[in-house]
């Protein structure tokens, strides 16, 4: 017999949304755990790999999309945009998911350009989030989405992102994708210890 984790790793992958009905409304107190799927919720696992059905399952039963993982505090939002699923970002939204700009592992506009995907890039810009912050760590300097999604070889979503910063203006969209450039090419030969 399988463990309830195990069948609710089975039926989220198979979006078969009576089982996940079933098996949570049995272990209610499941519901908004982290899981051994990398720490995430079963909300997070869900986004994360592409399974819309079981995400809006889970949001339906009372799934919390503001749970941050166990591990950096990342949302079901960056879950969603590190598989590229616009329609799980939109649902993801629509539901009251938070966008979290506090840190770059928490950026869901950042997940979407890991993501590899212009698309999940687009509708987070439509929600507001501010793309001009920028980020200082030990592995980064200065880095704004832009610059991140140049260093990442994703030039239509820094091309997205320009233009919606500038608003349409071209020339501003084209100066500040020459300024990302500088600060991409910097990062990606900068000299960092080794941890």
Not at 105 to 122: H, K, M, Q, T, Y
Not at 149 to 164: F, K, P, T, V, Y
Not at 177 to 193: K, M, S, V, Y
Request: proline residues 4%; negative net charge.
């Amino acid at each position: 017999m399988k463990s309830v984790a195990a069948q609710i790793i089975d039926a989220i992958s198979d979006e078969n949304v009576l089982s996940i009905e079933l098996l949570f409304s049995r272990n209610p107190e499941l519901l908004n755990q982290h899981t051994m799927m990398a720490g995430q919720t079963w909300l997070g696992h869900a986004a994360s790999s592409g399974k819309l059905l079981a995400v809006k399952k889970l949001i339906e039963l009372g799934a919390d999309p503001n749970i941050g993982d166990r591990w950096d505090g990342s949302k079901s939002l960056c879950s969603a945009g590190h598989s590229g699923n616009p329609e799980i970002v939109r649902c993801l939204l629509e539901h009251g998911a938070e966008i979290d700009t506090d840190a770059s592992v928490r950026n869901p506009l950042f997940a979407s350009i890991v993501g590899r995907s212009p698309e999940c890039v687009r509708v987070i810009l439509s929600a507001g989030i501010d793309a001009a912050v920028r980020y200082n760590s030990a592995t980064m300097d200065d880095m704004d989405a832009m610059a991140f999604a140049l260093m990442r070889g994703e030039r239509e979503c820094a091309e997205i992102i320009a233009q919606s910063n500038a608003k349409g203006d071209e020339a501003a969209a084209a100066k500040a994708l020459a300024g990302a450039d500088e600060i991409a090419e910097r990062n990606a030969h900068a000299e960092r210890p080794c941890p």
